[in-house]
């Protein structure tokens, strides 16, 4: 009787802590998610999602201390989210310029970030100012895997049926059907069909 007390309480007060999150949330959307942890959606621009996509997982590390974080920070920005993506707890992805486009049935592990942009420049002269120029898409295809703690940096394509292990960092593209890791994260493994 306990535990399943204190399962509802738990479920009672993620649900108030969606909501919150929900409420503060001020970009354009389309479509819509299915919201298992809080999701904080923010910007100028649009974050659109297709047909059976979760965000959030349970039970699962930052359930209850963390939220998904998605942001089109600009009129121009968007972030696209395909069919029957499930995407888990402490979630990142910023648009600041382009597009972060997700693929359908992707799985997406805890405390994954991915960004379009550097956010400022290099030279102490240009770092509180961003250059849409150096702004570069990010595109991840169908039945993507990634690990948990992965992150995934402007510019970078990952095909089709990957896999990319935890913890990598992702700076450049990867090919369809293969495991992918390390700083900076490089092909593995062929995936045999």
């Known amino acids: 009787m306990i535990s399943a007390l204190a399962s509802h309480m738990t479920h009672l007060l993620q649900w108030i802590r969606v909501s919150f999150y929900s409420a503060l949330s001020t970009a ?8 298992i942890q809080p999701v904080l959606i923010l910007g100028a621009g649009i974050v659109e999602f297709e047909e059976n ?10 359930f209850m201390s963390g939220y998904i974080h998605l942001e089109s ?12 993506t499930h995407i888990n707890n402490n979630f990142v ?4 310029h382009t ?5 359908k049935r992707c799985a997406i592990g805890t405390n994954v970030e991915i960004l379009d942009s550097d956010f400022h420049g290099i030279r102490v002269s240009d770092r509180n100012t961003s250059n849409p120029q150096n702004a570069k898409p990010v595109v991840i295809g169908d ?14 394509v990952i095909g089709s049926g990957s896999v990319i292990a935890n913890s990598s960092i992702v700076v450049g593209a990867i090919p369809s059907g293969v495991i992918a890791g ?3 994260a490089r092909v593995l493994k062929v995936i045999e069909q």
């Open 28 to 35: 354009r959307c389309h479509g819509r998610a299915q919201k």
């Open 53 to 62: 996509v979760r965000l959030g997982y349970f039970p699962s590390p930052f």
């Open 73 to 84: 920070r600009n009129k121009a920005a968007r972030i696209a989210i395909g069919e029957g």
């Open 93 to 96: 992805a910023i648009a600041e």
């Open 99 to 103: 597009v972060i486009k997700i693929g």
């Open 143 to 156: 039945d993507v895997f990634i690990g948990s703690n992965v992150k995934i940096m402007k510019g970078v």
């Open 182 to 184: 390390g700083n900076p």
